[in-house]
């Protein structure tokens, strides 16, 4: 028995080039799907939202007061006296984006939580909450007046507002858009509220023993 008959006919030089060339084709090709996998996972990663925090001071939107909150007397107009209501949570401190806030004032509309505003524990960080924020949902709608900046950033339904003067105490607010402005639009419009604007709020609050 020759060996060509034990191993099989020789293949000839033209079919070990075909079968070569038909080997680099398939790493050619598979080298493109994976560049190209790893593009788009690499473009989706980057064009993803941010998500956001999921609860503020241990409550999500929506949920109710708990037992623990200190419920703070605010004079407010009768159209919403009996529908808005503010607490604080003494010592309690959170953590938001890497900042910390201390001093939360959370507000409840019709007994669902919808809104907290809070101090920066460091007022230095207002530069680098600011640059976070910006980062993650964009440049903000900004207006200065007195010292005093005001950033407003939007992410769906969620408002995150960042109030300070330089050097001075800064606070952030986030609330939750379509309550908030279901709470402007019941504000009496002859006390000259905007949506928004010049509602009674937790600057005015009193501890209700």
Known sequence: MTAQNLFGARPSPGSVAANSLRRRSGWV???????????????????????LPQRYFGLAFGD??????????????EAVSKKLVYFTAPDRPAT??????????????????????????DATGVSGLETRLTRDFGPPHCRESTGQKTCLWQAGAVEMVLEGRPGGAARLMVRHGPTTAAVAAALPREAGNGPGEG??????????R
């Open 29 to 51: 090709v598979a080298g493109v799907v994976c560049f190209l996998t790893v593009g788009w996972l690499a473009l989706a990663a980057c064009s993803r939202v941010p998500e």
């Open 64 to 77: 109710a007061p708990p037992a623990d909150l200190l419920r703070q007397s605010v004079p407010l107009p």
């Open 96 to 121: 938001l984006w890497d900042t910390v806030l201390v001093e939360p004032v959370l507000a409840f509309y019709e007994g669902r939580f919808f809104s907290v505003d809070a101090a920066l524990s």
């Open 199 to 208: 509602s009674p709020g937790p600057a005015d609050a009193e501890d209700v």
